[in-house]
């Protein structure tokens, strides 16, 4: 039977202030480039968007809750403007009170936009005292950002996605679904329990933390646990092995082997305590050569690499399975 977290838990679980793989992961790797890759000390926006976790939270939504994609997600057919003008957008608009009306076409919204343009290195250069001698309205306002204004207002707190986002997770999800490296995961099984998007809660070290397995699949007739993430790249999908060295899966993937264990195994009612642990896999597709998804079954070494740690720099982790 297959089982799709309903999407008030899934809230909840953001809203939880459990501690999650992201920040276990900030604190114990001692990596600086990996450091320096999560923060921008020079030019830190007020707003930023990455591109493949938006399409990876949508996939994830049509896999486990199709039927809240509408209310996650705003579709707007214009081209998203930079990550400055992103930026400049959320800045103006939450300058104004809850309660008070924004006309985007007064002198008010215009002056506003000439003031937080300070706080865009890329644009504060160019700054002349009055807004109407500012020609870098007029630069902004050509690169969309009226546009994307109206989008905000229109999406009412969605995510907006425009048509290049919107067609790359519908296409990655039907990869998925369809292609036969992969399509089976998706499938109802006998004697089997398939949960996606399962939160679990747990206590690590006396620290309260949290969970959000993908896809966990529980074997009643071979008593087996699988548990699997998915993972979309801006690459290949044969090159998986960089961006798990990069941004250290193993970590995340060793993470949520901790409640699986101690949570689910040795549970205090027994149910699972004599099923054996598969080891966990990646799912993962391209978000820009859609149609090659593979299966990766992590080995012993990466898993000893989460808990322990070690050079990274010429060891293959993975395994790659074409077909299941």
Request: net charge neutral; aromatic share 12%; hydrophobic share 30%.
């Amino acid at each position: 039977m297959i089982h799709r977290t309903k999407k008030e838990e899934v809230n909840d679980y953001f809203a939880n202030p459990a501690m999650n793989q992201s920040k276990f992961k900030k604190i114990i790797t001692a990596r600086t480039d990996y450091l320096d890759n999560l923060s921008k000390t020079d030019n830190q926006l007020y707003y930023e968007e990455k591109g493949h976790l938006i399409v990876g939270s949508g996939v994830d939504c049509l896999l486990s809750t199709p039927e809240d994609f509408d209310n996650i997600f705003f579709y707007k057919e214009i081209e998203k403007p930079s990550d400055n003008i992103m930026a400049l957008a959320h800045i103006v608009l939450d300058s104004y009170k809850e309660d008070q009306v924004i006309d985007i076409e007064s002198d008010d919204f215009k002056k506003r936009t000439h003031e937080k343009l300070a706080n865009i290195k890329f644009y504060k250069e160019r700054a002349k005292e009055r807004w109407q001698d500012d020609s870098r309205i007029k630069t902004i306002t050509d690169k969309g950002y009226f546009k994307y204004i109206e989008g905000i207002r229109e999406a009412r707190g969605k995510q907006i996605i425009d048509i290049g986002e919107k067609q790359t997770i519908y296409a990655i999800y039907n990869s998925l679904i369809n292609n036969p490296t992969t399509s089976e995961l998706f499938k109802d099984k006998p004697n089997c329990d398939i949960y996606f998007q399962k939160p679990i809660y747990f206590t690590y070290r006396g620290i309260r933390c949290k969970a959000m397995l993908d896809r966990i699949e529980f074997n009643h007739k071979n008593r087996t646990i699988q548990y699997d993430e998915i993972k979309t790249m801006y690459d290949k999908t044969s090159n998986f092995n960089f961006p798990l060295k990069q941004f250290r899966y193993d970590i995340q993937i060793g993470w949520y082997g901790i409640p699986v264990v101690e949570n689910i195994i040795n549970s205090h009612t027994g149910r699972y305590k004599n099923y054996e642990l598969l080891p966990p896999r990646f799912i993962v597709e391209s978000t820009t050569s859609v149609g090659t998804p593979r299966l990766f079954t992590c080995t012993e070494e990466i898993l000893h690499m989460s808990k322990y740690g070690k050079p990274a720099l010429h060891t293959e982790f993975i395994v790659m399975n074409l077909v299941l």
